[in-house]
């Protein structure tokens, strides 16, 4: 077969590419990678079809923002595996640019495959790629990132929510014993809500700012089938979406800070205009003289308030197995917690079962890494949980 695709980002191809199928083959015998290229002018729906044969192949799509046909992490917006002998569809909305799509050899022999691009207007896609029920979701792939991982790398779908078509919901499946689950769903045109569902179909989390087009969930999620909605409001017109989705293998945090946990937190707009708000929501064993530590993987700026809510899930008394939180920030960045880098709470409320530190006024995150620890001096384990809100304060300019 003719290999009509570079093989860097600066060969690819970049002519005949949308309403036509190319076909092509990628293998480790020095073909790995085939890299197309195109233009958006203004913003547009891209439907991308790529079909499999004997083997499995990757698909990423690629923002090239500074246009030097150079490719960074960053500007990579959405990455699947694609099985051997299966068929993936999906619309992602994009903005005006350049742009590359990569196929790239996985594992086995040649990979031979069949991609179609399709571009389309912004506006209502004329293909609904979601269910709307549990029963007819959307199977989603996941890209499960390492623990050593700042941020998940994230796979982007796209689609339409409106009166007629209120719920788009997707399924998901984590092998892995525990993961940290990152959600964000941002409504190109309006307002949507986003929610988080257990197999059994009962909702476990949601994000609905009011009036707000983006919304983030992010928490640890144990092995087990999912579903994400992604809700149209009860009025107003619809609005197209993008749901971003990326998953980050949990380990059981470390005592020190060259141990910890990273801990992702989404920022985006709030309720209140001058303020831009993320959440987490994570549980965890502790007790016999454990320590817990966790590495805040967001930057944030100077005036930033964090809260730290945390209860035992067995209604033992907090006070009784000693539990507490503690906020560090590395600012000599030796990765080691001294007792100069501990910051005071500026609040601390308490009750049998449930306590709230907060942290008001903290430091530009340059300055250094923050870092939370959870410690007990209980003899016995016991479950906690604890959620995470960071509000990064809005400066006008």
Do not use: C
């Amino acid at each position: 077969m003719t290999d009509l695709a570079g093989n860097t980002s600066a060969q690819a191809r970049d002519r005949d590419i949308f309403s036509q199928t190319l076909s092509g083959t990628v293998s480790n015998l020095g073909d790995t990678n085939n890299f197309y290229k195109f233009s958006l002018s203004g913003s547009s729906t891209v439907n991308l079809s790529l079909a499999t044969e004997t083997s499995s192949v990757g698909l990423d799509v690629i923002h090239d923002t500074n246009s030097n046909e150079q490719i960074y992490t960053g500007e990579i917006i959405s990455s699947q595996i694609i099985d051997a002998n299966s068929q993936f569809n999906n619309g992602i909305n994009l903005e005006s640019g350049e742009y590359f799509v990569r196929v790239w050899y996985v594992d086995g022999g040649e990979a031979a495959y069949e991609l179609n691009l399709q571009q389309n207007p912004a506006g209502k896609s004329t293909i609904d790629l979601a269910g709307n029920t549990f029963s007819n979701a959307r199977v989603i792939s996941l890209n499960l990132s390492n623990s050593e991982s700042r941020n998940p790398i994230t796979s982007t779908y796209s689609d339409w929510v409106d009166q007629s078509d209120r719920t788009d919901i997707y399924q998901f499946t984590l092998d892995t014993t525990n993961a940290i689950a990152d959600l964000k769903a941002t409504g190109l045109g309006g307002d949507i809500d986003l929610r988080l569902y257990n197999s059994t179909g009962n909702e476990i989390d949601t994000s609905s700012l009011v009036g707000q087009p983006r919304e983030a969930i992010t928490r640890i999620l144990p092995g087990g089938t999912y579903y994400i909605a992604v809700d149209a409001p009860f009025s107003g017109e619809g609005t197209q979406y993008n749901l971003e989705f990326g998953t980050i293998t949990y380990q059981e945090p470390g005592n020190e800070a060259t141990t910890a946990q990273p801990l992702p937190i989404s920022l985006i707009p709030s309720s209140d205009p001058s303020m831009l708000r993320g959440k987490v929501f994570l549980e965890d064993t502790i007790g016999a003289g454990d320590i817990d530590t966790w590495k805040i993987a967001s930057n944030f700026s100077s005036g930033s308030n964090l809260t730290i809510s945390s209860s035992t899930m067995n209604l033992r008394n907090i006070n009784t197995v000693n539990l507490n939180f503690k906020l560090f920030q590395d600012l000599d960045g030796n990765a080691q917690l001294d007792a100069g880098e501990e910051i005071t709470p500026s609040r601390f409320d308490y009750n049998s079962f449930f306590a709230t530190w907060k942290f008001n006024n903290l430091r530009d995150s340059t300055f250094g890494e923050y870092y939370i620890q959870a410690s007990s001096n209980s003899q016995n384990s016991f479950n906690y949980s604890f959620n995470t809100t960071l509000d990064e304060i809005v400066t006008s300019s």
